[in-house]
């Protein structure tokens, strides 16, 4: 059963609009929450993270918003840029070791 | 970019063949980590490794080992390649701190004939 969801495989923004990306999971005991921006034949890149204690962190033009009692969290990126067509894939942690469970992805296409 | 170097890129190999993909930090970070990257599935973790010599069993072990004899190298090894593992595997590493983002290493292709 996969413990970090994302439920869109790809969504389709127009430049210079917003692109919002969706997470849900279901394991209560992770608080802290990261997105990752990934590339064809490159390694996922870090992009922006957020701890439980917070319901909202942002950085440039990406913002991360996480509603802890719908274990939901989203990413938003305004305004969305043709090189922002990539892989997205949301991670959660809940333990001192570091480990990260991951959604299976979302592939964002900016169109310009 | 963190120093995060993976070989090799690509293999191709045969069922029952023993497979080895060596990680290489600069970084000098504590963890280590072996992911496997499939269509629908994001990124799994095989194994990790939180200090020389010490490693545990991450969600999808079977079928894996890994060792770690100096802090630098990570080596993820198939005693004996099955085409399930056919996948393209990432290396990453983090430091001490808890909830610190991990950092991913280009990866490796690898297909098993």
């Known amino acids: 059963d996969q413990q970090v969801k994302q439920n869109s495989p790809s969504l389709s923004v127009q430049e210079g609009r917003i692109s919002i990306l969706n997470c849900d999971y279901t394991?209560?005991?992770?608080?802290?929450f990261l997105w990752y921006k990934k590339y064809p034949a490159e390694g996922p890149t870090f992009l922006i993270s957020?701890?439980?204690?917070?319901d909202k962190n942002e950085d440039g033009r990406f913002t991360v918003f996480l509603n802890k009692s719908a274990k939901h969290l989203s990413l938003h990126i305004v305004p969305s840029q043709p090189g922002d067509s990539a892989v997205y894939f949301c991670?959660?942690?809940?333990?001192?070791?570091?480990?990260?469970?991951f959604g299976g992805g979302t592939r964002l296409m900016v169109k310009p | 970019d963190a120093g995060i170097t993976q070989s090799p890129r690509h293999k191709v190999t045969e069922t029952g063949t023993p497979v080895t993909l060596r990680c290489h930090q600069t970084?000098?970070?504590?963890?280590m980590y072996w992911y496997r990257q499939d269509p629908g599935h994001g990124l799994r973790l095989i194994h990790y490794s939180y200090g020389v010599k010490d490693t545990d069993k991450g969600e999808v072990s079977d079928g894996y080992s890994v060792s770690r004899s100096k802090t630098e190298d990570f080596l993820l090894t198939l005693e004996s390649a099955t085409s399930s593992q056919t996948s393209v595997y990432f290396c990453a590493i983090s430091g001490r701190q808890v909830n610190q983002p991990q950092h991913f290493g280009d990866g490796t292709r690898l297909s098993i004939l």
């Open positions: 970084e000098n970070h504590r963890y």
């Open positions: 991670a959660a942690s809940g333990n001192a070791g570091n480990m990260l469970t």
């Open positions: 394991n209560s005991m992770f608080d802290y």
């Open positions: 957020i701890s439980s204690i917070k």
